[in-house]
């Protein structure tokens, strides 16, 4: 036997993804080498398959949305009607210095601020109507708008809702330019272009705008924006620029795109932002076809038009991605199923923040049972709930069109989506109701639940059985710990909270259902209301507060009249025992818990992020007689009874 080839490492463990992702599933079980004393392995019986061409097809959806023929620039400012509208990130500084600097250079033109004429807010997908868009696009024809400058751009959600407004404006023929950040220019670039602006303009702020002084705004406003904003308004749109704007293509899904060996597929798809960056499976046509038996969707059948970059993703594009992560054919229902979330509102409202929320989910029903979706210890670790994350991440790039240091902007990155399943055996055990029976399915229903996180959240290990004690453990978390931004965004953000059995088993003698357990948090999980006013002023996602003109004391009245602040008995984990006011930090519906994970360890974890949106699983009609044929017990083996 010969010794391998570390430079060649990286075929066989490719070749081995191709191995566990073919279609013959009891074949990739059986599969598990074990190395010998000297941990050597015969290279030979992966020559043939290294040197192997493959004929591969794009996964990416086609995009729907045409390129607009942009309006000609404007000849001068002298005499016109300007709207400078947004206010994020320390706007209350830069734009009445615009103003000033527009009426210092052209005297007979007029400005018009954001509290006179409001603003679009984030451009709405094709077919949909928002009001803010229609009443921004109302006045700025009622008010003879000649031109718009929006900003400022310094957050991945602010600048989408910011560059909102000058594609309103370009789709009334009115020129544009949106103000931002350096590491947000490409994100107002792909989110005009996405809405069908082809040759969009920006103005770029030398660095962090809330980092700055007030006179280094001021200064960086004169010196380096005002000459910007000036050239983005006058100069004509070239050729070149409108050349920029993504491919459009609407070739023939299943067309072969590129044929070539692992490595250079391999190359090619990270080339082409087709990659996360780790090996792909080919996806050629038969392994894609592969797929298609595990669905009654014909391949052309529309999954939904997915934002950000509004791609029509079809049956076929889910299927390639499938291939691609490494999944097994059988899996083809739970794709289709998270693809579908992806559309919904809820998942999709945070994905490119600069907080970093990550996308993953978890499965309900017979069918996670059947297909192994794990729900025990290291659950998201293996095999098959990875290869599940992984089509997450995928799915991201190929069929939503979020890309890194683009449209999604999560400032130190984002963790590699997971998987899992919620134990429903432990919650028949101790009295609650699984997850999708709470959303009115029915035990023997199969769903999928998108969601995203923050962060993979604390480890919470309590040292009782007492389970008051744990729900206070648990509000402690959720109030003081684990709080989007430190508290100082929204004042509710949705979470999901994962117990094991033993903790659930605790927990149930003090309360019977989950729904009673969200109760109590809900009435115990409560902040000082100073805590939160410090953070929200200080830490404020948009502009900087002055404290000469509006100090913290004044922001805590606030923050009490406004968030249902109230006199109550400080929290059992505050070193107080003095009454204090309060701000609740969670409402009804917006804590998913799930009974998961290693149910010989008593273990509890929060994890804030985004929304929530539960789809059913469609099998098909001849599931059983496909599975059996991989080696599966019948779907019903796996069905539970009250």
Request: aromatic share 8%.
């Given at each position: ?14 070749t ?8 013959n599933?009891a ?6 080498p074990?190395c010998?004393?000297?941990c ?5 019986i992966?020559?043939?398959?290294t ?5 591969v ?9 045409p ?6 620039r404007?000849n001068t ?5 300007i709207a400078v509208?947004?206010?994020?990130f ?13 009426l ?7 400005v018009i601020?954001l ?6 807010g ?6 949909i ?12 024809r009622?008010?003879g ?5 929006s ?5 991945g ?9 000058s ?11 949106t103000i931002?950040a350096p590491g947000f ?10 809405n069908?602006?082809?040759?969009p303009r920006?103005a770029?702020y ?7 002084t ?5 200064e960086?406003?004169?010196?380096v924006?005002w000459?910007?904003i000036?050239?983005a308004?006058?100069?004509p ?10 491919d ?9 795109v590129?044929?070539g060996?692992l490595?250079e597929?391999n190359?090619?798809?990270?080339d082409?932002r087709?990659?996360?960056g780790?090996?792909?499976v080919?996806p050629?046509a038969?392994?894609?076809e592969a797929f298609l ?5 014909p ?5 939904g038009v ?9 049956v076929?594009?889910v299927a ?13 229902p739970?794709?289709?199923a ?6 919904a509102?809820?998942f999709?409202r945070?994905?490119g923040?600069?907080?970093?929320w ?7 029903g017979p ?7 794990d729900?025990?210890?290291g659950?998201?670790s293996e095999?098959r709930?990875?290869?599940l994350g992984?089509?997450?991440n995928?799915a991201?790039m190929?069929l939503?069109?979020y890309y890194?240091?683009q449209d999604?902007?999560?400032t ?5 989506p997971?998987?899992?399943a919620?134990d429903?055996?432990a919650c028949?055990?101790?009295g ?6 709470q ?6 229903d199969?769903t999928l ?10 480890n919470l ?12 453990l648990?509000?402690?978390?959720i109030a003081?710990?684990?709080q ?6 929204k004042?509710?953000?949705y979470?999901?909270i994962?117990?094991t ?5 605790d ?11 969200e ?12 805590e939160?006013?410090y953070a929200?002023?200080w830490a404020n996602?948009?502009?900087a ?15 009490i009249?406004t ?9 059992a984990?505050?070193?107080?025992k003095?009454r204090l ?8 519906d917006m804590t998913p ?7 010989n360890?008593n ?18 009609a001849?599931?059983d007689a496909l ?10 083996d ?5």
């Open positions: 036997m010969k010794n391998v080839n570390m430079k060649r490492l990286p075929q066989i463990i490719t081995c993804l191709l191995i566990c992702g073919s279609r599933t074949l990739a079980q059986a599969f598990q074990e010998n004393d000297q050597r392995i015969e290279i030979g992966f020559s043939d398959a040197e192997q061409r493959y004929a097809v794009s996964p990416v959806g086609r995009t729907t949305v390129m607009l023929e942009q309006a000609p404007l400012l002298e005499g016109k009607t509208v947004g206010g994020s320390m706007a209350s500084v830069t734009h009445p210095e615009i103003k000033r600097l527009i210092k250079g052209y005297p007979t033109a007029k601020l509290n006179e004429i409001g603003s679009a984030v451009y709405p997908a094709p077919g109507t928002r009001q803010a868009k229609e009443e921004f696009q109302r006045k700025l009622e008010m708008v000649d031109a718009v400058i900003g400022n751009g310094g957050c959600l602010c600048t989408p809702k910011e560059t909102g407004s594609i309103a404006a370009e789709y009334l023929g009115i020129p544009a330019v931002a220019v490409t994100q107002v670039y792909s989110t005009s272009v996405n069908g602006i082809p040759a920006v770029v030398p660095g962090a705008f809330a980092a700055h007030r006179e280094e705004l001021l960086n406003t004169r010196s924006l000459p910007q000036v050239n308004l006058i100069r749109i070239s050729e070149e620029e409108i050349a920029q704007a993504a459009r293509s609407t070739k023939d899904s299943r067309e072969v590129f044929t060996t490595d597929i190359r090619y798809f990270t082409q087709w990659s996360d780790l090996p792909v080919p050629t038969d392994r894609v038996e595990y669905t009654d969707m391949w052309d059948t529309s999954v997915l934002p950000i970059a509004h791609r029509d993703v079809l076929w594009h390639v991605n499938g291939v691609m992560s490494g999944c097994p054919p059988e899996f083809m739970l794709l289709i998270f693809t579908r979330a992806m559309g509102p809820d999709r945070s994905l923040s600069t907080h970093g990550t996308p993953y989910c978890w499965i309900n069918v996670a049972r059947q297909l192994g979706i729900c025990g210890q659950e998201i095999p709930n990875a290869a992984r089509f997450i995928l991201m190929n939503a069109g890194i240091k999604r902007m999560g130190f990155g984002y963790p590699m997971w998987c899992m919620e429903e055996t028949l055990r101790i609650w109701a699984p997850y999708h029976v959303k009115g399915y029915r035990l023997n199969n639940t998108a969601a995203s996180a923050l962060t993979w959240g604390n290990a309590p040292a009782t059985a007492d389970g008051e004690k744990i729900m206070e648990l509000a402690w978390d003081a710990r684990g989007f931004a430190l508290g100082s965004g004042p509710f953000t979470r999901t994962l117990v059995e033993y903790v659930a088993r927990l149930a003698r003090e309360y019977a259902t989950k729904e009673a357990l109760k109590a948090l809900i009435a115990t999980a409560r902040r000082p209301a100073q939160r006013a929200n002023y996602p948009g502009s507060f002055d404290p000469n003109k509006y100090t913290v004391e004044q922001h805590l009245k606030k923050i009249r968030e249902n602040g109230r006199l109550t008995d400080a929290p984990w505050y070193p107080t003095e006011y309060t701000v609740p930090v969670m409402k009804p818990i799930l009974i998961t994970g290693d149910p360890r273990k509890a974890q929060t994890m804030p992020g985004g929304g929530y949106a539960t789809i059913e699983i469609e099998l098909p001849n599931w599975t059996t044929a991989l080696g599966y017990k019948p779907l019903a796996f069905f539970l009874s009250d």
